[in-house]
């Protein structure tokens, strides 16, 4: 995996959105072999990439083709518009710190005809500009921990609407009477990068919040496991959404990659086959049919019957007997595959669940999961699995807001774990430089620093978008590790600079 940015422009430039969009629309149209992501912010275009299939070079000059196609920035969008009861929480204290009357803070913001510079933050999510300069206030010291769903909000010269609840520091001026998002419908997204968004006061009821979209179907075609205790969090995950990234989507999929393909190499599955990952706690489950499974990861083990199952081997599981696990050794995620792969519903190229943008949800009491396709394997296949190792050192490569400051800072002492998801993971150390500016794109495994310091490595379900600074991402070979880390433990960053000098400006200037 590897990244880049194109600048087009800097601050809010309306033509070098137009550029960014315009191009990452063509990659997406026709999308080479390798392309991960191509998502366009404000002015930049980050693409992401396998660098075992694409060359940066070949991808560089496949921009630069296109470019020479597009005239003015490619098509402009469709016009929409969006009714708001203006309710928000925020809308008193908005009024009092700009000077102005309750019904000019309403009128003012109904004013422009906003462009949608981008889609992220979570899926849907529609940042807009420009907000009229009377009305611009910065973001809020500390963020919400829940803003409600279809909340109507701005921050400095951005408004946007919150598709579904989520924490947010945005200030709340009302709320939209239409869903800008519903996995449910054919068109789940009512915006897409490009369009034109106008504001109309109205009265009405707030639309309801979506239901999780169900991915397992509810009669399996090849019934092969039951559900009988749920564990903690377990998730029918593959190798995750690609090319999504510009709706808002989470790439989602495995958080230890390493383990989870290993599970499937061990029955004769492809690597990103789906299967089930276990975190933490897992489930109790009765085979409904003869299986030849295989469970590869770390912090727990298997348990056949109550007769423990070495990872790193499959087995024969026979029809009627129950799989459990419990906690052993150091780690928190472990991978159970089955040959034949396990049978879930594809929703924009993947059954892995996105839970912030409810799509999918964990395995509950009762849920049948079943097979892909029936396969003759024979058990007993082995494969050693690396050890966890004893001190947790992940290598640092530049990130697009490098700073000599804050790479120092990271490694010059150790971290603790205060928080581990699939999200990402928040450490406690020594403070590091950060800051914030205009949402861009969020690269797996980037370092982001908000003004607090506090460091917060972001893994597969982060958000596609974000405004804190980045100066520095975790080397791609070592961010299976952080599926594996858990609150109290603690990890150091070693310095990789050396490895690739270009590294230390990943943001290129577009010139062509």
């Not at 072999?33 to 366009?40: D, H, I, Q, R, T």
């Not at 919400?144 to 109507?152: D, I």
């Not at 504001?199 to 309801?208: I, K, M, V």
């Not at 205790?229 to 990234?245: H, M, N, W």
Request: hydrophobic share 40%.
């Amino acid at each position: 995996m590897d990244g880049f940015y194109l600048a087009f422009g800097e601050g809010l430039s309306e033509e070098a959105n137009r550029m960014a969009q315009a191009l990452a629309g063509l990659l997406l149209k026709a999308p080479p072999e390798g392309l991960w992501e191509a998502v366009p912010a404000y002015g930049t275009l980050y693409l992401e990439y396998d660098a075992r299939r694409l060359s940066r070079k070949r991808l560089l000059g496949l921009v630069s083709r296109l470019a020479t196609t597009l005239a003015g920035g490619g098509e402009e969008g469709r016009m929409v518009e969006i009714p708001v009861r203006y309710d928000g929480e925020d809308l008193l204290e908005v009024a009092g710190r700009t000077g102005l009357p309750l019904e000019e803070v309403k009128r003012l913001h109904q004013v422009p005809l906003y462009r949608v510079y981008a889609l992220g933050f979570t899926p849907g999510f529609p940042f807009l500009a420009p907000v009229e300069p009377a009305l611009r206030l910065p973001r809020r010291p500390h963020p919400r921990p829940r803003v409600p769903a279809h909340a109507v909000a701005m921050a400095g010269p951005q408004t946007g609407i919150y598709p579904l609840p989520s924490p947010g520091g945005w200030h709340l001026l009302g709320t939209a009477l239409v869903a800008v998002y519903d996995p449910h419908r054919e068109e789940p997204f009512l915006l897409r990068p490009g369009d034109r968004v106008r504001f109309r006061e109205a009265e009405g009821s707030t639309p309801p919040e979506p239901n999780p979209l169900a991915l397992l179907p509810e009669e399996p075609r090849i019934p092969a496991l039951r559900v009988e205790e749920p564990g903690l969090l377990d998730l029918v995950v593959d190798e995750g959404r690609f090319l999504a990234g510009h709706l808002g989507l989470a790439r989602s999929g495995p958080l230890d990659p390493y383990s989870a393909s290993l599970a499937n190499r061990l029955v004769g599955n492809p690597p990103g086959a789906p299967l089930l990952e276990v975190a933490y706690r897992g489930p109790v489950l009765t085979a409904l049919r003869d299986l030849v499974a295989a469970v590869a990861g770390y912090g727990l083990t298997a348990l056949l019957e109550g007769e423990e199952i070495p990872p790193g081997q499959s087995f024969f599981w026979p029809r009627g007997k129950t799989l459990s696990f419990r906690p052993k050794g150091r780690g928190v995620r472990v991978y159970l595959a089955v040959a034949g792969a396990l049978e879930g519903r594809s929703f924009m190229g993947s059954v892995s669940p996105d839970l912030r943008g409810r799509i999918g949800r964990p395995l509950e009491a009762g849920d049948v999961l079943g097979l892909g396709e029936e396969r003759a394997v024979r058990p007993g296949l082995a494969f050693r699995q690396r050890p966890l190792p004893e001190a947790f050192r992940l290598r640092l490569l530049p990130g697009p807001q490098f700073s000599w400051e804050a790479f120092r800072a990271l490694v010059s002492a150790s971290f603790q774990v205060v928080r581990a998801d699939r999200m990402g993971v928040e450490l406690l150390g020594p403070e590091v430089p950060g800051g914030e500016g205009l949402s861009e794109a969020t690269p797996l495994g980037g370092i982001q620093v908000p003004p607090s310091g506090r460091p917060l490595v972001l893994l597969v379900d982060k958000g596609s978008l974000g405004g804190y600074a980045k100066p520095a991402r975790v080397h791609p070979g070592d961010l299976w590790l952080f599926g594996q880390v858990w609150p109290g433990v603690e990890l150091t960053f070693t310095c990789e600079l050396h490895r690739e000098r270009q590294h230390i400006a990943p943001i290129l200037a577009w010139e062509g």
